[in-house]
């Protein structure tokens, strides 16, 4: 069965379980969608946008996190056992993603755990590719530098830095698995990352999401007693330059440091290539 034919099948199976409400009905709930579009999900005619199967999905009561799997896999072709490449579709679904960030000095130095409750969408899959950056520019004065280790069930293979922009360098890095998957098994990774980036005035911990989605991530960052940031928000989407628009006060993106100077922030279902951050400022 091909992916689009998995997706059709599940919508179906929601549509029997739910009582075979008609298609008008489906498109009359939900808005801003015909009925034909609706009859045409159901048969696997046409592939529709993530936006149309989550609410078809929930209108029948289904699990978004499974149809969105499932619709994730409809849209590239998972690449054979082996191959690491440069963008953002590697054969791995990210179930649960945790990032820990310990700043201190200022920004001067990060230390970062990276930790991946992973799924493989396709058969032998015996790596992941990570991709770390240490910037340079306006935030982050001089030439960055950033070191990736194994932590937990992984080693490192093959590393390529690849100049991204006049803002700095990117390293792709080979995480081997310590066991291959195949499609649909779960398995778990952790990585540490030492970065080294001078910074005044803005600084951040980012993380882009990459693979083929995160179903749940959570980013977090400890300040040491000397680097509490005087105010310090989240950013969750795809504009890098909307990352450091700073919110108004009240604003449910305004993160509260504690009292252990320690600030969180959560996602959920999170496409490929968003941006998911915590942004501070020190003056």
């Not at 799924?119 to 306006?138: C, F, N, Q």
């Not at 280790?149 to 792709?172: F, H, M, R, W």
């Amino acid at each position: 069965m091909t992916p689009e034919e998995s997706l059709a099948a599940a919508l179906r199976k929601l549509h029997l379980k739910a009582g075979k409400p008609s298609t008008r009905k489906i498109a009359g709930g939900i808005g801003g969608i015909s009925h034909t579009t609706v009859n045409e999900m159901l048969r696997g005619a046409r592939v529709p946008t993530w936006n149309l199967v989550e609410k078809v999905g929930r209108f029948l009561a289904g699990d978004v996190d499974e149809l969105r799997a499932l619709w994730m896999a409809t849209q590239k072709t998972p690449l054979p056992r082996g191959e690491a490449h440069n963008g953002l579709w590697d054969p791995i679904y990210l179930d649960r993603l945790v990032v820990t960030s310990f700043v201190s000095g200022k920004g001067t130095r990060e230390t970062r755990t990276t930790e991946r409750w992973i799924r493989a969408t396709g058969d032998g899959v015996d790596r992941y590719v990570v991709r770390a950056a240490a910037r340079r520019g306006e935030t982050h004065l001089g030439s960055g530098k950033v070191h990736v280790q194994p932590y937990l069930n992984c080693t490192i293979g093959k590393v390529k830095l690849v100049t991204a922009s006049e803002e700095g360098d990117v390293l792709l890095i080979d995480v081997l698995l310590a066991t291959p998957l195949d499609e649909g098994e779960y398995g778990f990774i952790a990585t540490r990352s030492r970065y080294e980036h001078p910074a005044q005035y803005t600084s951040f911990s980012e993380t882009t999401i990459s693979g083929q989605g995160a179903r749940e991530v959570l980013i977090r960052v400890q300040f040491s007693a000397d680097s509490v940031p005087s105010r310090c928000w989240g950013y969750v989407g795809g504009s890098e330059s909307e990352m450091y628009e700073e919110p108004p006060v009240g604003s449910p993106w305004a993160l509260t440091v504690s009292s252990s100077n320690y600030a969180e922030l959560p996602a959920r279902n999170l496409l490929p290539g968003a941006r998911i951050a915590i942004v501070w400022r020190w003056d």
